[in-house]
């Protein structure tokens, strides 16, 4: 029978999909009686099974996707990248350290999600001063953006050039170091341009990335050569390098913020997005600012749940549905029920017509934000959820948005304000922690490489709405770009952190993160079953109900009699219920750490 389900694991992964989906089981959250260095990932299988297989690393790490360890952890999309992150633990760095780090190495290894060409949001627990803290780096209008001017169009092959918006990946990370890490940028980009000079190997995951962006890829030779074998896919297992992001890096290395925003390589890539037709100019590039935003929280059967917010809508949808969510007794229905499924997907898309309809960039706008995540308001949300009865229609709640001062002028005067995605979490032994989620938009974003530098660009212009009668989010010069990202990391009774966690995959990422949760404080699982227990997601417009065939078959019937309409119910694993990477963080001060089988990731420790 082991034999078995060993060819079966094999041949699912060599497809590039999930295998063999398990029912969740109640765990201990005790730390494990052993804490020996590992590095452990879903990776393509070899034609032949291997003699033997690595022992799970803790309870629920049913597809040995797991790590675990006494002096700290990083989980991502790539064993690789996570690798990377525990060297820099080792060599004595801190959880910034390694997730900056971790951070340009995914940027390499999964550059159809991330990249120095996107965006991000990180939340940071710091040890030593007891706080929360969150960065955000999102992508930002150029001062040529108004609404109806530019075509900022995604859907298009290849997407707009006038899409591209100003990057946001290198001042955040490299900001987040200089406040609070302890190493140098050189110390830090090292191993990540070491990995691009010498190669590393073609994945599945890789190949399924491209395949799904060839057209756009194709419309730029740069491109196409970076990310092919001169045109053609590579075979699993073959060395890929990128003596070009190398080259950038060390430049980063050597000049900073600065190198990349207002300097001759600055001019370069300018120039080169202006000739393909785009807008950007160097000024756009030398304004752009990362912000220091306070995190966003609300307490869940006894536990904080920490955020981000605005420009993200993400992060309010999250609070807004686990404060709904606690009105009912879920524990009561059990995680297998209808009822639970159904309660979850109701809260769920109400919170998702709330963060769609009333969030954009808080500098421009005045947002209901602490309205959307109080416990008043999910008091009176949680009135229109039946148990047993979906909700037919979901509505965003009667809010208003308007603009702020600054918002207003931007828009009267015409004058600039100067104001497919990625998951990673890191631990260390000081006890900081990092919860971090990056983004191109779409995969490998607008296409756009600029010759010589190793990495292309959002087209993340197309998130704002480009209409001149948007009651919020619309295209403004120098607005933040919104997304649904939502790094989360949870805290235990003294405030410290327990977990950490986030997922990829637009607004199923919000819908992963609140499940993730939810499993946790209420369900008492283990990272294991956290991540490894079957998920659902409501399209928050409609009925359709994305749910994973490891819920019982009673649970299935009685969601389809409730009207909702069922997709991948028959699959093991799903592609759209999100990829969580997360880190538990025991009482005896031990590691879990895991990445998500459904999309591949990994994880390390030590």
Partial sequence: MKKALSLLLVFCLILGTAACGQKPVETSTAAPSTAAPQTTQATEAPTEPAPTEPAPAFDGDTYKTGAAGTNGAAACASSLASDIAVQILEKGGNAV???????YAVGLLEPAASGMGGAGQMVIYLAETNEYVSIEYMTQAPAAALPGALDVSTSSTPP?????AIPGVVHGTLTALEKFGTMSAAEVLQPVIDLARNGFPCTARWN????????????YDYTLGLYTDEGFLYEVGDTIKNPDLADTLEMLAKDGIKGFYDSEFTDKMVSHI????GVLTHEDFAQYKSVMRDPLSTTYNGYTVY??????????ALLEALNILEHFDLKSYGFDSPETVQIMADAYAMAYQDGVSFMGDPDYYDLPVETIISKEYAEERAKAITPGERIKTAKAGRLTVTLSETGQKVLDDCTPDQGGTTHLVCADKFGNVVSTTNTNGINFGSAVAVPGTGFVFSAHLGNLNNSTSARVNMVMPYIRVRSTTCPT?????????????????????????????VNYATFGMGLGNVINSPRSYRDGISKNLTIESGYSEETIK?????GFVLEDYDKDFSSHVGSLAGIQINSDGSFWALGDFRRNYGASAY
Avoid: F, H
Wanted: charged share 15%; net charge negative.
């Fill in 97 to 103: 350290d390694a997730a900056v780090a971790m951070i």
């Fill in 160 to 164: 707009s050039v006038e899409a591209i």
């Fill in 208 to 219: 399924t990335n491209i395949e799904g962006r060839l057209d756009n890829l194709k419309a």
């Fill in 274 to 277: 202006q000739s393909l037709g």
């Fill in 307 to 316: 955020t981000t917010g605005g420009p993200s809508n993400g992060g309010v």
């Fill in 489 to 517: 990391i949870v805290a235990g009774p003294d405030g410290k952190p327990v977990l950490a966690i986030g997922s990829p995959g637009n607004w199923a990422l919000v819908s992963a993160a609140i499940e993730g949760v």
């Fill in 558 to 562: 009685k969601l389809e009699e409730m």
